[in-house]
């Protein structure tokens, strides 16, 4: 038996765990498969460079647990973007990805693929496996969902974002002391999430939960207010500037400082139009994603800010490669082994699909690749994040 592993697009904090918990489930209910990896996520299906995992790593796979990104690799790709294969060099011209892919997992005899990431991730694996099974092949394929945004169907919670979530409030926690080295200070914490403000929200429900542990003086105007969260946006939730602007310009003349966390999303639809509308493109990805670094939300939301505000110094900071590139915390490494241990088991009884906790009823279960699919939203009536917006007097 051959067992292979593929990792995919951007890294979350629980890609090498995933990884090492599939192989420790391996080692004692399959002990003699062979187990490999292919490099880079689908780049290195198509290409064919692999990496065989040796018996040496089977008794050390909890190192694995204590590393951020992943050991093999990732890339976005996109089996059914023909054009963008053909440009990134991954196949030649006439051939088609799903083909070169299906033939490559054939070639090296590969009997169960485990796939670990978003939607995009595997729902590609989901086509892969419907070709190979109309070309007469059984490929057992079981993913794992991973995202820092935790915006995939019908999966509750992702791995990897509690992590990120933890690790957001961290940095935050640091780049909050600028609001002492100036007059009037605006910092917008710019967090992950294209579509789904859930990490934003969850992030700051962190870092405000930390806050309840410190201790502060207020005699030198070390105030915990100074510290605290202003005004949290995200995608769900319209933002309307003249109110909001009235209510932190309030906030600025009280406290001398304003401190914003803003989805990567929140706002874009506003700031793609006023783009479109002076002749510009906006760059995206194969799968058509915007580039969300090119229309750069929060210097956007900043230049508007400064000025209603009236803030002498704006400082515009994202937690976003910092969050995602941790080891998973203890929180997110209950899930990734309840996971694994579930998708090594129904992989071995030949079932395809994608393991994780299904909405409909808060169990792990194998879903079906075909209720797969992202831009989940985040649920804005959520009572944790209603309590969070009344605390720091936030209209929804």
Known sequence: MKIAFLTAGGIAPCLSSSIGSLIENYNSSAPEAELIGYLNGYKGLLTGERITFPNSIKSKTSIMDTFGGSPIGNSRVKLTNVDNCIKKGFIKEG????????????????????????????????????YLKENDYNLTVVGLPKTVDNDVYPIKQTLGAFTAAEQGAVFFENISNENTTSSRQLIIHEIMGRNCGWLTAFTAKEYRDRLTQREFLPEILIERSRWDVDAIYVPEIDINFDIECERLLETMNKKDSVNIFLSEGAGTEAIIRQIEASGSSVERDAFGHVALDTINPGQWFAKKLTKELKAEKTLVQKSGYFARSAAPNAKDLKLIKASCKLASEMA???????????????QMNLIDFERIKGGKPFDINEDWFKTLLSDIGQQK
Do not use: C, K, Y
């Open 95 to 130: 051939q088609n990805p799903l083909r070169v892919a299906a033939e490559q997992l054939m070639n090296d005899q590969v009997n169960i693929l485990h796939t670990i990431g978003g939607d995009d991730t595997n729902t590609m694996a989901a086509q892969l496996s419907f």
């Open 348 to 362: 071995l009884n030949g079932q395809s699909g994608v393991v994780g906790l299904d909405d409909e009823n808060s």
